[in-house]
């Protein structure tokens, strides 16, 4: 039950208007190392707030870590997230999509869920928000809740397996522990 964590990461944005910006103030505490951003037309004013790069969407793909969809649905944007869209995205890659979803960004990135899909592509994970009005219960991903994991990072996870370990040892050697949980009046 682990995921990849922000810190240190390149978040790419697909439409960076009032919400892929609000989307953006959000993640820049969790330590994001790159924005990068697309969309009809570089927009250096908003961008600067949080220090994003305007790039084609191609290298946004290619590079980001995690791949925010927050552009409206168009006939410019329908079909935006096809086969070569997901096949150039990192095998660890997150794709995340908060708008209006066409059938075929629906469809894709249901099929490319964390394991192979019809199309031989495999990415890190999906998350979709808002349906097309027309595909109301296929579009529909599997609800999962989840308990308080917000530290299951592959990074986080390890440094406490580091930190268990010295504990352990030094505690076997009858030494301080470093990391030792005091319980009781001290």
Same mark, same amino acid.
């Not at 249901?110 to 097309?132: N, P, Y």
């Given at each position: %039950? ?8 390149? *978040? #790419? ?5 009032? !919400? =892929?910006?609000? !989307? ?23 961008? $600067? =707030?949080?220090? $994003? ?8 793909? /290619?590079? @980001?870590?995690?791949? *925010? ?6 006939? /410019?944007? /329908? &079909? ?5 869209f997901f096949s150039r995205m990192k095998k660890t890659s997150v794709f995340i999509n908060i708008s209006r979803a066409d059938k075929e960004r629906l469809r894709r990135s ?6 192979? #899909?019809?199309? =031989? %592509?495999? +990415? &890190? &994970? ?17 609800? *999962? +809740?989840?308990?308080?994991? #917000? ?8 440094? %406490?397996?580091?930190? $268990? *370990?010295?504990?352990?040892?030094? #505690?076997? $050697?009858? /030494?301080?522990?470093? @990391? ?7």
């Amino acid at each position: %039950m682990c995921g990849y964590g922000l810190s240190n990461s390149t *978040v #790419g944005i697909i439409g960076l208007g009032r !919400i =892929g910006m609000a !989307i953006a103030q959000r993640l820049k505490p969790f330590g994001v190392k790159t924005f990068l951003y697309t969309g009809r037309q570089p927009r250096p004013e908003r961008a $600067a =707030g949080v220090n $994003a790069e305007y790039v084609s969407c191609e290298k946004l793909t /290619e590079d @980001s870590d995690f791949v *925010v969809v927050s552009c409206s649905l168009t006939p /410019e944007t /329908e &079909g935006l997230c096809n086969k070569d869209f997901f096949s150039r995205m990192k095998k660890t890659s997150v794709f995340i999509n908060i708008s209006r979803a066409d059938k075929e960004r629906l469809r894709r990135s249901r099929g490319v869920k964390t394991r192979k #899909g019809r199309h =031989g %592509m495999k +990415i &890190g &994970g999906t998350g979709a928000d808002l349906r097309h009005p027309s595909n109301q219960t296929a579009a529909a991903p599997p609800l *999962v +809740i989840l308990p308080h994991i #917000g530290s299951a990072t592959y990074s986080t996870r390890n440094t %406490m397996a580091i930190l $268990a *370990v010295n504990n352990l040892l030094k #505690g076997l $050697a009858e /030494e301080d522990m470093p @990391s030792e949980l005091k319980i009781g009046p001290t």
